[in-house]
């Protein structure tokens, strides 16, 4: 099975490269080229078929790729983003995996980086390396006035349940949670229950945080 990829890059001679690269690789098939966000939208909205996974530039011009990916994320939820961006910034990073990014690549990665990335993103829903996770963290730090943070959080992994513990692995999956629900052999409400739960203990708004929260803490692997 090809994957088949949207690529949202204004260089269109980067966009030439990106694709070469990726469909060197027998795993990936590109079927849309955009300049920018809003580009990429119509073409998303005419297309008959949509694909698996969106390779994002962040600075565009007309539509960003932060306002694209937070677009995809609300009318597109089953394509993957994934940022490819020469901005090494925590600032860049953090906003825009809060944009619904599940991964993020820079433009000087290994294409076997990229591929690797692409492949564990499409099998586990997303992919951060310790640098992307060190990024996030640290950008928590900076807007958090507590010193001890960090170290406050991993005290708060002890007020989680087994079965809540159980919901956040789950949770770090490309599984719905309809379908977390019935892996875990209970009703939707209950699993419903459950995300409350573990957003109010751990402070966190988003499954994308609770995702990064685990594999920083390591109830998964990165």
Same mark, same amino acid.
């Given at each position: ?45 005419e297309a008959e078929t949509l694909p698996h996974l969106i390779l994002m530039d962040v ?34 990073? @953090?906003?825009?995996? /809060? *944009?619904?990014?599940?991964?993020? %690549? $820079?433009? =000087? ?6 591929? &690797? ?30 010193? @001890?943070?960090?170290? /406050? *959080?991993?005290?708060?992994?002890? %007020? $989680?349940? =087994? ?6 692995? &789950? ?52």
């Open positions: 099975m090809k994957f088949k990829i949207a690529l949202a890059d204004d260089h269109h001679l980067v966009r030439g490269g990106i694709k070469m690269q990726l469909e060197s690789f027998t795993e990936f098939k590109v079927i849309i080229e955009a300049k920018n966000g809003k580009d990429l939208i119509n073409q998303l909205q600075s565009m011009p007309i539509m960003n790729g932060f306002d694209a990916t937070t677009y995809i994320n609300q009318f597109f939820p089953d394509i993957k983003v994934v940022a490819l961006s020469v901005h090494d910034d925590i600032i860049t990073i @953090n906003k825009m995996i /809060e *944009s619904g990014a599940n991964a993020y %690549l $820079l433009k =000087d990665s290994t294409p076997m980086l990229v591929k &690797n990335t692409l492949l564990e993103v499409m099998a586990r829903g997303f992919y951060y390396d310790r640098f992307v996770i060190d990024s996030i963290m640290k950008a928590k730090e900076i807007n958090n006035s507590s010193d @001890n943070s960090i170290s /406050e *959080s991993e005290k708060t992994i002890r %007020l $989680l349940t =087994d079965r809540e513990i159980e919901f956040t692995q &789950n949770c770090c999956s490309e599984l719905t949670y309809k379908e977390i629900a019935s892996k875990m052999n209970v009703n939707y409400r209950t699993v419903d229950g459950y995300r409350e739960s573990v957003f109010n203990k751990l402070s966190i708004k988003s499954r994308t945080g609770l995702v990064l929260f685990a594999v920083h803490h390591g109830l998964v692997e990165a």
